[in-house]
């Protein structure tokens, strides 16, 4: 059994260290405590029923920043200019196109879909209707004689595994109970809203402003606006450069020759660092001796590939190596990398005689058997690699 260690400390200490100076956004600076509660909240949340106070709606409060903060930042566009490579590949990758404004107008083909998904606990049953400008869900209970109507406004998800709706109107916002998931082609629960979750309205999870903020959060590069009322038309929508830089305006009018500010958020030099960074948004790792950290069981551990990372002999004994961008280029999607490269960076710890090798004496495949595919969702088709690296990635442990 893995034990909290050295790498994991520093980290920790890293975190209060770092909480002054990523101030990009509230969210990255927000305690580690909310940070960790964003864990817990996400995509699996259990909405509406908290007692006080909400957990997601202290998530989403902690990304909440006035109108006009927007101001110190250059948005991801203006960057292409000088910074062609990184922009092209970003432009290409999930993170450019992770939440969508659905346009008057704008109809998108997956609500044509003839399928319907089915609560038979709860007897609703749900069906898709596009046309005239609409993207509907339309959930009918009662056996037909109660019928309600979500209209989408807000897509999540670039479509790499699965695409979430929100309907917005004066009072809020509501997640709707079914989502798109593209790799399957097919419509099916929301992760966490299936048959048998606790149960709110037939349409989905009713969100107040301040809880919605939590999707947008994580989703954005600002988010503005108040607890109340969110500024969706200031806010920067996506996961831009600037939530990883930092505020850039400054940098932007410097470089151009109009000013002398530089990158708000210093570079990042170590893995800690980077494992803070990322795992703003991809979960914050907690106590490797947490058996079910965070509440996630071991199905679910794949979905958060900090908390699980940290639990590896890779990690723990790279002390402060290893972190997200080993394997990872943060400007390119999985899809861009060939799973070779993915290799190579195993091989360069794992090849030579005075490090250790595979016993099984395999050259190649590394991720299919050391980090495969998990389903995180029952069987709701989303799968994800599991990042806790062990000899047998299938024994419980
Ligand atoms: C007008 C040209 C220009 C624009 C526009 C520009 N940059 Fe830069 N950037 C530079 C130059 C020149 C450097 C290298 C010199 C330096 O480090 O200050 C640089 C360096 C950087 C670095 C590396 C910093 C380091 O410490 O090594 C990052 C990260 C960066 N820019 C991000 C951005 C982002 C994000 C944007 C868009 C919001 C952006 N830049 C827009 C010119 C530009
Ligand atoms: C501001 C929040 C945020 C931060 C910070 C962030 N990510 Fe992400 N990341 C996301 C979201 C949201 C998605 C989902 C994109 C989608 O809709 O498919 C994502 C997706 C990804 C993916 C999946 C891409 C794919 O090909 O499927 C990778 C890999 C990734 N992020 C790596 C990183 C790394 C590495 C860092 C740190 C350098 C990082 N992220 C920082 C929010 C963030
Ligand atoms: C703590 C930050 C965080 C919060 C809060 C959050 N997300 Fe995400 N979301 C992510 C990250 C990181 C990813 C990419 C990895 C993953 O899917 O877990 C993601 C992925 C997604 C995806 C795409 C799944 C995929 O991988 O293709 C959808 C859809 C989504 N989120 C919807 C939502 C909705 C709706 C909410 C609000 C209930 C929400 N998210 C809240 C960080 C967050
Ligand atoms: C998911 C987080 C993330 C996003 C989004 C992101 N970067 Fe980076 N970028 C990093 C990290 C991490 C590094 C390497 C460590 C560091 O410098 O902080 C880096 C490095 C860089 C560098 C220095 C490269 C070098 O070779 O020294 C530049 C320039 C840069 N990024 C520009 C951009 C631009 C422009 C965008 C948007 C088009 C962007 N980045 C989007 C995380 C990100
Ligand atoms: C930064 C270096 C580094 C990288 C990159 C790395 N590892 Fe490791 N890994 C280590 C170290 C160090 C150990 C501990 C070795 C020891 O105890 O002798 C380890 C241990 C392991 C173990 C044994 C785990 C156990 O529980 O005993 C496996 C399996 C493994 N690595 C596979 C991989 C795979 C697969 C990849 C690529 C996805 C990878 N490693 C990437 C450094 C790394
Ligand atoms: C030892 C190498 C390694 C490290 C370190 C690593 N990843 Fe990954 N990651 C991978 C591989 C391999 C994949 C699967 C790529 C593919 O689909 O071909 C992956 C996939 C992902 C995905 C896509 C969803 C999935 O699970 O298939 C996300 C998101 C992600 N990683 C985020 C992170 C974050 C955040 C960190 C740091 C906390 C991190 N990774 C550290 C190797 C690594
Ligand atoms: C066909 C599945 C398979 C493939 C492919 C594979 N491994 Fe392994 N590997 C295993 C198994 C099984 C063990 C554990 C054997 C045991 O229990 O001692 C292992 C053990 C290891 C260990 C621990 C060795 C030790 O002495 O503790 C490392 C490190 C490792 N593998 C790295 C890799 C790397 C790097 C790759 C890719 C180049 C890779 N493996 C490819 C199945 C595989």
Same mark, same amino acid.
């Given at each position: 059994?893995?034990?909290?260690?050295?790498?994991?400390?520093?980290?920790?200490?890293?975190?209060?260290?770092?909480?002054?100076?990523?101030?990009?956004?509230?969210?990255?600076?927000?305690?580690?405590?909310?940070?960790?509660?964003?864990?817990?909240?996400?995509?699996?949340?259990?909405?509406?029923?908290?007692?006080?106070?909400?957990?997601?709606?202290?998530?989403?409060?902690?990304?909440?920043?006035?109108?006009?903060?927007?101001?110190?930042?250059?948005?991801?566009?203006?960057?292409?200019?000088?910074?062609?490579?990184?922009?092209r590949s970003y432009f290409a990758s999930p993170h450019s196109r992770t939440?969508?404004?659905?346009?008057?107008?704008?109809?998108?083909?997956?609500?044509?879909?003839?399928?319907?998904?089915?609560?038979?606990?709860?007897?609703?049953?749900?069906?898709?209707?596009? =046309?005239?400008?609409? !993207?509907? /869900?339309?959930? $009918?209970? %009662?056996? +037909? *004689?109660?019928?309600? @109507?979500?209209?989408?406004?807000?897509?999540?998800?670039s479509?790499t595994?699965?695409?979430?709706?929100?309907?917005?109107?004066?009072?809020?916002?509501?997640?709707?109970?079914?989502?798109?998931?593209?790799?399957?082609?097919?419509?099916?629960?929301?992760?966490?809203?299936?048959?048998?979750?606790?149960?709110?309205?037939?349409?989905?999870?009713?969100?107040?402003?301040?809880?919605?903020?939590?999707?947008?959060?994580?989703?954005?590069?600002?988010?503005?606006?108040?607890?109340?009322?969110?500024?969706?038309?200031?806010?920067?929508?996506?996961v831009?450069?600037?939530?990883?830089? =930092?505020?850039?305006? !400054?940098? /932007?009018?410097? $470089?151009? %020759?109009? +000013? *002398?500010?530089?990158? @708000?958020?210093?570079?990042?030099?170590?893995?800690?660092?980077?494992?803070?960074?990322?795992?703003?948004?991809?979960?914050?790792?907690?106590?490797?001796?947490?058996?079910?950290?965070?509440?996630?069981?071991?199905?679910?551990?794949?979905?958060?590939?900090?908390?699980?990372?940290?639990?590896?002999?890779?990690?723990?004994?790279?002390?402060?190596?290893?972190?997200?961008?080993?394997?990872h280029n943060p400007h390119q999607s999985t899809e861009q990398q060939?799973?070779?490269?993915?290799?190579?960076?195993?091989?360069?710890?794992?090849?030579?005689?005075?490090?250790?090798?595979?016993?099984? =004496?395999?050259?190649?495949?590394?991720?299919?058997?050391?980090?495969?595919?998990?389903?995180?969702?029952?069987?709701?088709?989303?799968?994800?690699?599991?990042?806790?690296?062990?000899?047998?990635?299938?024994?419980?442990?």
């Amino acid at each position: 059994m893995v034990k909290t260690n050295f790498t994991l400390q520093q980290l920790n200490g890293r975190l209060k260290s770092l909480k002054n100076s990523l101030v990009t956004r509230t969210g990255i600076a927000a305690s580690v405590v909310v940070v960790l509660v964003a864990a817990s909240v996400c995509y699996f949340s259990v909405n509406g029923t908290f007692d006080v106070p909400d957990p997601q709606e202290m998530v989403g409060v902690s990304w909440i920043k006035p109108v006009g903060s927007e101001a110190a930042f250059a948005g991801s566009k203006t960057c292409a200019d000088c910074h062609a490579r990184e922009s092209r590949s970003y432009f290409a990758s999930p993170h450019s196109r992770t939440l969508h404004r659905i346009a008057a107008g704008e109809e998108r083909p997956e609500f044509a879909a003839k399928q319907t998904v089915t609560d038979d606990l709860n007897g609703v049953r749900y069906s898709l209707r596009k =046309g005239e400008g609409k !993207n509907q /869900v339309v959930a $009918a209970s %009662g056996g +037909g *004689a109660n019928t309600e @109507v979500g209209e989408a406004r807000w897509v999540f998800g670039s479509g790499t595994r699965a695409r979430t709706y929100l309907t917005q109107n004066d009072s809020g916002f509501l997640q709707l109970r079914v989502t798109y998931y593209p790799p399957a082609k097919m419509w099916n629960f929301t992760p966490g809203s299936g048959p048998g979750a606790p149960y709110h309205e037939a349409l989905g999870d009713p969100y107040s402003p301040a809880q919605a903020a939590a999707c947008f959060g994580c989703h954005t590069t600002v988010l503005t606006g108040t607890r109340k009322s969110l500024d969706l038309t200031h806010s920067l929508l996506n996961v831009g450069c600037e939530s990883c830089h =930092g505020a850039a305006r !400054n940098h /932007v009018d410097s $470089a151009t %020759g109009d +000013g *002398a500010g530089q990158l @708000v958020t210093p570079r990042l030099h170590n893995g800690p660092q980077i494992m803070q960074l990322c795992s703003s948004c991809h979960r914050m790792p907690v106590a490797t001796d947490d058996a079910k950290p965070m509440g996630a069981s071991e199905s679910q551990l794949a979905r958060f590939p900090g908390v699980a990372l940290v639990r590896s002999r890779c990690f723990i004994a790279s002390a402060g190596k290893l972190s997200c961008i080993t394997c990872h280029n943060p400007h390119q999607s999985t899809e861009q990398q060939k799973p070779s490269s993915f290799e190579s960076k195993c091989l360069s710890c794992h090849s030579t005689a005075h490090q250790t090798t595979c016993s099984e =004496g395999k050259k190649s495949g590394c991720i299919n058997c050391h980090m495969p595919q998990e389903s995180v969702a029952g069987r709701l088709p989303l799968r994800f690699h599991n990042h806790w690296i062990r000899k047998d990635p299938f024994e419980m442990t």
